[in-house]
């Protein structure tokens, strides 16, 4: 029988559980403010947002872009179109109209670039988790995300270490659209692709769920804020593969080999407060936020880990190296190379989508033949 | 073992990441750059994902 006791304490339980959680997060963004300044509270604020955001909504890349390849469901993938269009139509004119302030995330197509987002699609699908997907992942207890993000953070900074040496292999200069002309280009081209998953998505399918449509407006006002507070486009791996450098350097490694890591401003950034590195500070945000919203949930942290064979957590390791390393040569993830690159009038993002989602097609199929799921 | 103990273990690795971090190269707030880019007169000099060592790629 159940008591008046009984009832407030388990009424009372998720109370205090989740105060305590958004006092934690007032209390991180409060003490990064102080101790390294307000504008990089306010990233981690907005690296909360797109965690909350993506955990609490469920808005993903890799799942989405699995649905459209299996199922012929594209809603997910039309609500990253949706958010990407959102971002084009504020980004384009702030960039236009403050060059020395903002900066877009451009990148040169290359051979490299095109083979590391083929190569960065398969992983995705192997793990089940992109550039933002592994850090909600790894903050909401996803094992195989834990287990996949140090080796992420290990092959970004590894991909960056080798990065001049694969884009003298064959690159043209970096490609932009800008201003009105350009943004509408963009707009027509993300009409064109949403336009070709209609035709090619399952009649059942050919909705958008209003989760995901409130999702693609939240991030793309965070994505946006983003670029208002940091001066440039929200990005993942350059924090990942910072913080391995900085272990590295720490450990004593001689990182002069690299021309990227030697380079003065790599350098300048190995030895100031990780706190004041935009794309760490998003990074972390992001795992607190998918954190908070799996706390506040409930059960949603009381789900047992699945059990899964060696071959699986090897996979997984393999997958995340790879994920960190492709997406160096990529100039970029989903999140800076397809999100950013393409809002913000880089060419290079547009490559990346169709060489990525090329290589998702076979990650699709590897994920299975890895043991990470049971083969149909 | 429940989600729990991995997600908490992704929040205590990143705390000792942040704290290690700390202790190596501690946070100045006396240089702290104006609250937005935007307005702030200033270049962007962040690291990005598409970022090369210089302009000219070499």
């Excluded at chain 1, 890349?61 to 699995?66: D, L, N, T």
């Excluded at chain 1, 960056?160 to 707009?187: E, R």
């Excluded at chain 1, 995340?320 to 950013?340: D, E, T």
């Excluded at chain 2, 073992?1 to 971090?21: F, Q």
Aim: proline share 5%.
């Amino acid at each position: 029988m159940t008591t008046a006791v009984d009832i407030h304490t388990t009424a009372a339980t998720p109370i205090w559980r989740r105060g305590g959680l958004v006092l934690a997060a007032l209390a991180a963004m409060l003490a990064t403010a102080l101790l390294v300044g307000g504008r990089f509270g306010l990233l981690l604020a907005v690296g909360l947002g797109f965690g909350i955001v993506l955990e609490g909504l469920r808005f993903g890349f890799a799942g989405p872009w699995r649905a459209m390849i299996l199922r012929r469901d594209p809603g997910g993938l039309w609500a990253q179109l949706l958010s990407i269009a959102l971002v084009s139509l504020v980004a384009f004119p702030l960039l236009a109209a403050n060059q020395g302030e903002l900066s877009g995330a451009q990148g040169p197509i290359g051979f490299a670039m095109i083979a590391g987002a083929f190569v960065f699609g398969a992983a995705m699908q192997v793990v089940l988790g992109c550039g933002s997907g592994t850090l909600v992942n790894a903050g909401s207890g996803n094992a195989v995300s834990l287990v996949a993000l140090p080796f992420f953070a290990i092959g970004s900074f590894a991909g960056a270490y080798h990065l001049i040496w694969w884009t003298d292999l064959g690159a043209l200069p970096v490609l932009t659209l800008s201003g009105w002309q350009g943004a509408a280009i963009t707009l027509l081209g993300l009409s064109a692709i949403a336009a070709v998953l209609w035709k090619l998505a399952a009649p059942e399918h050919r909705r958008l769920p209003r989760r995901l449509i409130v999702a693609a407006v939240l991030l793309a006002a965070l994505a946006v804020l983003n670029l208002i507070v940091a001066g440039q486009p929200w990005g993942v791996v350059y924090g990942l593969g910072l913080w391995a450098a900085k272990a590295a350097s720490a450990a004593g490694a001689d990182l002069s080999g690299s021309t990227f890591w030697s380079a003065p401003a790599s350098v300048e950034r190995l030895t100031h407060s990780l706190l004041t590195d935009y794309t760490s500070l998003t990074n972390i945000g992001i795992i607190l936020g998918a954190f908070l919203v799996a706390g506040w949930r409930t059960g949603g942290l009381s789900q047992n880990i699945q059990s899964l064979p060696a071959q699986a957590w090897l996979a997984a390791m393999v997958a995340g190296f790879l994920l960190g390393y492709s997406s160096r040569l990529a100039f970029g993830c989903n999140v800076g190379a397809f999100f950013s690159g393409i809002s913000t009038g880089s060419l290079h993002g547009w490559v990346w989508f169709a060489a990525a989602f090329a290589g998702s097609v076979y990650g699709v199929k590897l994920r299975p033949l890895l043991k990470l799921e049971a083969r149909s | 073992m429940t989600r729990l103990v991995t997600a908490s273990i992704a929040l205590a690795g990143l705390t000792a990441m942040i704290a290690l971090d700390a202790s190596a190269t501690p946070p100045n707030p006396y240089k702290a750059p104006k609250l937005l880019a935007l307005g702030s007169g200033t270049a962007p000099s962040g690291g990005f994902c598409g970022a090369l060592p210089d302009p000219a790629g070499k």
